[in-house]
């Protein structure tokens, strides 16, 4: 079975431009959620999907969206981008079924982003 | 809501040695524990994890506690080797579904 999907794998963007994101679950698996890693800050939450529909939303400003497909894929969206959004964005998939929530993460290898 | 300390920052240890990573959150309602340890340019994978209703687990070399009263848990890494050296992250489930709140992670170095 394929892993969590994450696309582009890098990219380059300067100050005031946009970005989208995209990451293809592990087939079968319905919950996407976001992070972005930075040496500093950690894992911080960005967003959650759930068939199609933001599940819980971490805080960081509007800039930042996201969204989910029928397919269970996701893609994320950053606006106006800023010197700071320099990060990994990682995205994992969870099967999450309804016998029980918390299920276990698989983290995607992340789209490493600059911002110049 | 939820915020997730963890401690130290890094840790260095010869291998054969214990190694306890800390972490506190701040919401009672989290229900949910992951740890999960990531390698020098991969991506981080679950290594254990405890629910609310359970105060200790253990998987081999490596256990975890929790004290709810005291909103604290731990992960106890025995009889450490080369290959555990990675960051680990502690993390809290505040909500429904599978969000998680991470703490800032804790650079193990095992030395042989």
């Known amino acids: ?10 990219l380059i963007k300067t100050r005031g431009q946009q970005v989208t994101l995209s990451c293809s679950p592990i087939s079968g698996h319905r919950s ?3 992070y972005q890693q930075t040496p500093g ?3 911080q939450f960005l967003f959650e999907y759930f068939s199609e529909t933001q599940r819980n939303k971490g805080n960081f400003p509007g800039r930042f969206s996201g969204r989910q497909f029928s397919n269970s894929r ?18 994992a998939s969870s099967l999450d079924s309804r016998l029980a929530t918390n299920e276990k993460l698989f983290f995607g290898s992340g789209t490493q982003l600059s911002v110049l | 809501g939820e915020n997730v300390e963890q401690h130290p920052s890094t ?5 054969g040695d214990s ?10 309602a989290s229900n949910y524990f992951p740890w ?35 909103k604290h848990f731990s992960l106890h890494i025995t009889e450490t080797q080369p290959e555990d050296s990675a960051v680990y992250f502690c993390a809290a ?9 991470f703490g800032k992670g804790t650079t193990l170095s095992v030395s042989s």
Do not use: F
Not at chain 2, 93 to 101: E, Q
């Open chain 1, 74 to 91: 996701s893609e994320m969206n950053v606006s106006t981008l800023e010197l700071g959004d320099s990060a990994l964005y990682l995205c």
């Open chain 2, 11 to 15: 840790l260095s240890v010869q291998e």
């Open chain 2, 36 to 70: 999960y340890k990531q390698e020098l340019g991969k991506r981080p994978q679950l290594i254990i994890d405890i629910r609310s209703n359970v105060g200790e687990k253990k998987d081999q070399r490596i256990a975890v506690t929790l004290n709810k009263t005291a």
């Open chain 1, 32 to 34: 996407v959620s976001w």
């Open chain 1, 1 to 10: 079975k394929a892993g969590v999907t994450q696309t582009p794998r890098y």
């Open chain 2, 93 to 101: 489930s505040p909500w429904a579904g599978t969000a998680l709140i």
């Open chain 2, 19 to 28: 190694a306890v990573i800390k972490c506190t959150y701040s919401d009672s």
């Open chain 1, 41 to 43: 800050q950690g894992l």
